[in-house]
């Protein structure tokens, strides 16, 4: 332990953290010090460059807040959060694939009737889903449940939405025996990840969109298959190639059918242009060993 350098420093550190009680966090913690001194050898890292470094981690974490997180944020834009999640969710091609959760989902969310308008009064070009659920053969699962939650048009969701205390724009529901559900809301808009802190200096500094692109969140849960949290995307929307968060995939790309007025799915009528989307979701049968939430 005496008389380190920079070739044998690494080494030493590592043999500290083997006798770990814990053999996986013994493995990530000796990954972690080789992969971080290899990072400090290859970039040539000055000593301004890491104090830099370390003011920068200092102030996302007073960043963070209940209500904020920013190394979540940071973890997202530097694609970890998606690379987490693509290594714990690997689908067949056919089946419907998994998408971050995101900060925005909430337990106190309210249960919907079938068809329900879940957007509690909030302006915006209105929205009818219809959703189908299906095993891998295409038989329908019953009694799933369906979270569901959006932005409005503004690009907000309902926690930040000034004035607003009670859930908005998100709901859960239940298919029924056909493997189907529906709900009416809002169309959800594209919307800037937060900025105002040390995520969104980085953001600048690289020249980096911060413009989400326009989704509906949607998480299944049914006994007996995979528990499924993902996306879905609008065809149209201008920002699908510069996510911040990496967590746009093509087969969840689809089409936010505009429709004219005076007309409208499963008997509803609305006096304005609105919104039709239909989607299948396609599970695979187990559990998933990283499920973001407890059955």
Not at 199 to 224: C, D, F, K, N, Q
Not at 228 to 236: A, E, I, K, R, Y
Request: glycine share 8%; net charge negative.
């Amino acid at each position: 332990m005496r008389d380190l350098t920079d070739t044998t420093i690494t080494e030493a550190v590592v043999s500290t953290v083997r006798e770990a009680k814990d053999a996986r966090l013994a493995g990530i913690l000796e990954a972690l010090v080789r992969h971080a001194h290899d990072f400090v050898r290859e970039t040539g890292l000055t000593e301004q460059e890491w104090a830099r470094g370390m003011d920068f981690l200092t102030r996302t974490g007073q960043k963070c807040t209940p209500t904020r997180q920013e190394f979540i944020l940071l973890s997202d834009v530097l694609g970890i959060t998606m690379l987490v999640d693509a290594l714990g969710n690997r689908r067949a091609a056919e089946s419907t694939q998994n998408s971050v959760l995101g900060p925005f989902f909430r337990d106190d969310r309210p249960q919907a009737a079938d068809g329900a308008d879940i957007s509690e009064g909030l302006p915006g070009t209105p929205f009818f889903f219809e959703g189908l659920v299906t095993d891998e053969h295409g038989a329908p699962v019953a009694n799933a449940g369906i979270d569901v939650w959006h932005s409005d048009a503004d690009g907000h969701y309902d926690v930040d939405v000034p004035g607003l205390s009670d859930p908005a724009m998100r709901a859960l529901l239940r298919t029924d025996g056909e493997g189907r559900f529906r709900f009416r809301s809002i169309r959800p808009s594209s919307y800037p990840i937060p900025d105002d802190g040390p995520v969104g200096e980085m953001m600048r500094a690289t020249g980096r969109s911060v413009m989400r692109p326009a989704h509906l969140h949607v998480m299944i849960a049914a006994e007996g298959f995979q528990r499924v949290t993902t996306m879905l995307f609008p065809s149209d929307d201008l920002y699908l190639d510069q996510d911040p968060v990496f967590g746009v995939k093509q087969s969840l790309v689809t089409d936010y059918a505009s429709h004219p007025a005076r007309s409208g799915p499963y008997g509803t009528r609305t006096d304005e242009p609105y919104t039709l989307l239909r989607h299948t979701f396609v599970l695979e049968p187990g559990r998933s060993a990283h499920d973001p939430r407890p059955s």
